[in-house]
């Protein structure tokens, strides 16, 4: 029998405040350990909570920007449960009252345009972090509790199971990413934990309606883990069914060392939550005003980027891709492109060597790197001198016209003078050039990479071809 895969996500994005959500302390990561608490991050008797007003601007935000209706009124929930990582036993959370709702996020896979429903979005308070011995849950000896993290605003982001693959869900998640980089609510750095995702999924028989029992797979950090565990998942469950088996409601857990999921517990008797409303604080009350000027002041989204790309400055998918996943580049590129420059030649010197060097070094102001478009456009050096040239812009105060001049390196354009080192380069290598005449065709590329080692790479290559097509046809 072949199955149909069924996938949800749970996203946990941390919000990109100074403080914590119910109170002051910091949340700079790298701190050492147990050194950014307090009495209400701790939980200690007594300690009153305080709602981080940014962190609630952020969700607003975030929920703007996946189409979401933005709830006026909405309540926090204690949810209790005990972990060595949840000092009070109970995390603040939004249950039945949640600030966001149905909405949904778009994406390409390929050249298709998918859309993944958002059933809710909503505000909580991040746990401590486990160091466990061993560096995995699997088979650590102890583990520590950094309570740091505990407290920092998150939203929580939660999808319909209309997630259908593995590569999907990554597509999603690197999507979702990129959306809430552009919001400016989240670094969502994921080797930091600043981003996170529990992923559901279950199999059904191919064409069926009725959903089969779903696993959960838990704290997955990274875009390869999460297709790999879903990957691994839907493979062992297809074999558990065809076996005649039955699939457990549990939790698992990814393994990357091993690839794959072990259990980590069952969830079918686990204990409810008993969630209640959280006493110490009062429900949100949105004014509609607050929210529109939110709206107002929402950036422009990677996909709408994308399309302003491709429409209005005639780049590829693949070259409006690359631009838009790294938004600094894109930025050197409007600023050009908005000065007259041509905006496929910009968009290859953004891609190309330019990239590597401006990810160690920083950017260049956009108006040294129009130097060097204008004159690679006049012919004033080859597109290989161009590169050089890039290198030591990075190098050198100096402007790409100023560094032509002082290395020399402008391009030999007097035909006379090239005709001369075409003629040389031919009677040096005589036998050669009646070998071409006589059919050796693959000569060709000898005899122009003799022309240019000689000029040292000085000279218009289509000008190189001509003389040598004329020399080399005129006696044959």
């Known amino acids: 029998m072949k199955y149909d895969i069924v996938i949800g996500l749970e996203i946990h994005v941390a919000l990109l405040t100074e403080s914590k959500f119910l109170c002051s302390c910091a949340t700079a990561f790298g701190a050492p350990p147990n050194t950014q608490c307090c009495p209400v991050c701790l939980g200690l008797p007594g300690a009153l909570p305080l709602v981080n007003e940014q962190a609630v601007e952020y969700a607003v935000r975030a929920g703007l920007a996946l189409n979401c209706e933005i709830n006026h009124f909405s309540r926090f929930d204690r949810k209790n449960y005990f972990y060595p990582d949840l000092p009070k036993a109970y995390q603040i959370t939004q249950d039945v009252f949640p600030i966001c709702t149905n909405g949904y996020l778009e994406y390409y896979i390929d050249d298709v345009l998918c859309r993944t429903t958002i059933t809710r979005l909503h505000l909580e308070e991040e746990a401590g972090k486990l160091v466990h011995s061993s560096g995995s849950i699997v088979d650590s000896e102890y583990s520590l509790v950094d309570y740091n993290r505990a407290g920092i605003p998150l939203i929580e982001i939660v999808t319909a199971p209309d997630i259908t693959s593995p590569r999907q869900a990554r597509l999603f998640l690197e999507q979702l990413r990129l959306l809430m980089l552009y919001m400016g609510v989240s670094d969502t750095k994921m080797e930091e934990g ?28 990274s875009f390869r883990a999460l297709e790999r565990a879903l990957e691994y998942e839907a493979a062992r469950q297809s074999r558990v069914l ?8 549990e939790s698992r857990t990814w393994d990357e060392r091993s690839g794959r999921t072990l259990s980590m517990r069952s969830k079918g008797d686990a204990p409810d939550y008993r969630i209640f409303p959280e006493p110490d604080l009062p429900p949100l009350r949105l004014e509609p005003d607050w929210v529109f000027r939110i709206r107002e002041t929402l950036p422009e989204r990677p996909l709408e980027r994308l399309h302003r790309l491709e429409e209005s400055y005639g780049l590829s998918r693949y070259e409006s891709t690359f631009l838009v996943n790294y938004a600094d580049f894109c930025q050197v590129f409007l600023e050009l492109a908005e000065e007259g420059e041509d905006n496929t030649d910009l968009a290859n010197l953004l ?21 060097l ?19 030591e812009l990075f190098k050198s105060p100096l402007s790409a016209r100023e560094i032509v001049k002082e290395k020399g ?32 065709e693959k000569l060709w590329g000898f005899f122009v990479g003799q022309v240019m080692r000689t000029v040292q790479g000085k000279a218009d290559p289509q000008m190189v071809n001509e003389l040598l097509k004329g020399e080399l046809t005129q006696k044959s």
Do not use: F
Request: aromatic content about 2%; hydrophobic content about 35%.
């Open 373 to 391: 478009l204008q004159i690679l456009q006049e012919g004033l050096i080859t597109h290989n001198q161009g590169k050089a040239v890039l290198e």
């Open 242 to 249: 065809e076996q005649g088996g039955e699939i457990k409601q």
């Open 351 to 371: 891609m190309g060597d330019y990239a590597r060097l401006a990810r160690e070094q920083g950017h260049l102001e956009p108006q040294r790197l129009a130097g």
């Open 409 to 440: 390196w402008e391009v030999l354009k007097d035909p006379a003078q090239l005709k001369g080192v075409v003629q040389q380069v031919l009677t040096a290598n005589s036998e050669l050039v009646e070998r071409y005449r006589g059919g050796e």
């Open 194 to 221: 600043s981003l996170r995702c529990d992923a559901n999924i279950s199999l059904k028989p191919a064409g069926s309606t009725v959903l089969g029992t779903k696993v959960e797979i838990k704290n997955l950090n």
